[in-house]
């Protein structure tokens, strides 16, 4: 996967959900951009990289429109304005959350805990995510955007505030609420939700909601066939599976370095089952600890080691799911397509309480490394944990 996605150069290249784009940039183009803003959507639907070009679109010096045969005016940025150009830093959003909490996690403990995980790429732009380990949005945070909410704009002609997540601690949404009520007049808050759910009702009643949807698998293919036309169909057929939706995953998808996370996540896969048969008396084939230790003796400590064990675990994800999904007898909807029957014999060897528990180990082993990034996961003791998983 692209580690540093770029934005796309104009509304054009932003693939789907067309009726809601135009009629938010109709209204920033009238003026009428509703300063408490709930963007909703699925994963991968593209929330954040719409944000961003939104706030670009408000921000940019040179204020450019598109103006369609009927009149209407649809705002656009130029991307190489002073305000455009830092605000596109922002674009690789986990890294520098990543590289922010990481830098906090160097401090004594004391000052850990008053420093508030924030991106800032440009004076009049704050960009909120949920904070580590409980990824929740914090009242820090929220005292934070106040605060600066209540400045004029400094370069810029807002100040635009990004809420990355709906989840948030219960005194930071009581907090945000009151400025939601009645924001500035030349602030923008934008919170970006999975779930709308997760926001207190009223919030919900304060903002404006537009919702984006996830693009199905075929829109995908196509536009992997107009984008990435090198890349052969069968190939693009998966890789639109394997994006799950998301038209920028798709277009960046590093369908080699994939396959190779995917090829490790199955030794792991491949372990487990040898080791219920063993325990339940089978004469399959000895666990095969050797190729166990070979591979994970091949992810090392530091950011090249992290982000390896990161793509492994995302691959050991997706066949857990795909698993469930021929489980569920529902196989058509695997995203592995090319994996299928490998899959399929997986499924028939774990037993689900297993894949219940390895998706559980999962979700510890991503806590853990939100709470420390620095640290190495041990990948043995990962797997060990995924064998041992079985006992009846
Ligand atoms: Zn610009």
Redesign the pocket.
């Known amino acids: 996967m692209n580690p540093s996605p770029a934005l796309p150069a104009n509304f054009n290249e932003f693939v789907g959900n067309a009726p809601a784009v135009d009629s938010l940039r109709t209204a920033i183009a009238a003026g009428r951009l509703p300063h408490s803003l709930i963007l909703a959507g699925p994963a991968g639907a593209g929330k954040y990289t719409l944000a961003l070009m939104l706030t670009?679109t408000v921000e940019?010096?040179?204020q450019p429109r598109d103006l369609w045969s009927n009149g209407q005016a649809l705002a656009t940025?130029?991307?190489?304005?002073a305000?455009?150009s830092r605000i596109l830093t922002a674009a690789n959003l986990e890294e520098q959350v990543a590289a922010a909490v990481a830098a906090r996690e160097e401090l004594r403990e004391t000052d850990k805990k008053d420093t508030r995980v924030l991106i800032q790429p440009h004076p009049d732009v704050l960009i909120i995510p949920p904070d580590p380990p409980q990824l929740l949005i914090k009242l820090g945070q929220v005292r934070t955007l106040i605060q600066h909410a209540h400045y004029l704009p400094a370069e810029a002609p807002r100040r635009i505030f990004i809420l990355t997540a709906a989840s948030m601690m219960k005194e930071a949404a009581n907090s945000i609420l009151k400025i939601l009520e009645e924001p500035p007049e030349t602030a923008h808050i934008l919170i970006l939700a999975e779930n709308v759910g997760e926001l207190l009702p009223t919030i919900r009643s304060r903002c404006a909601i537009v919702r984006l949807g996830a693009l199905p698998v075929e829109e995908i293919e196509m536009l992997l066939a107009d984008r990435r036309p090198e890349v052969p169909p069968q190939q693009r057929a998966l890789i639109a599976r394997l994006s799950q939706g998301a038209a920028g995953r798709a277009l960046s998808f590093d369908l080699e370095a994939y396959t190779a996370a995917r090829a490790d996540a199955i030794i792991f896969l491949r372990n487990a089952a040898a080791a219920v048969q063993e325990s339940t008396g089978g004469r399959a084939a000895e666990p095969d600890h050797s190729a166990l230790f070979k591979m994970t003796e091949t992810y090392r400590a530091g950011a090249e080691g992290q982000q390896k064990t990161v793509a492994l675990l995302r691959a050991f994800a997706l066949l857990l799911e795909d698993m469930l999904l021929i489980e569920a007898g529902t196989p058509e909807l695997v995203r592995n397509t090319d994996l299928r029957p490998e899959l399929t014999r997986f499924a028939q060897a774990l037993p689900f309480r297993w894949i219940e528990q390895a998706t559980h180990a999962l979700d510890q082993v991503h806590a853990g490394m939100r709470r420390n990034l620095l640290r190495s996961l041990s990948l043995d003791a990962f797997a060990g944990q995924l064998a041992s998983a079985v006992a009846p």
């Open positions: 670009m940019c010096l040179r940025f130029c991307g190489n304005c305000n455009c």
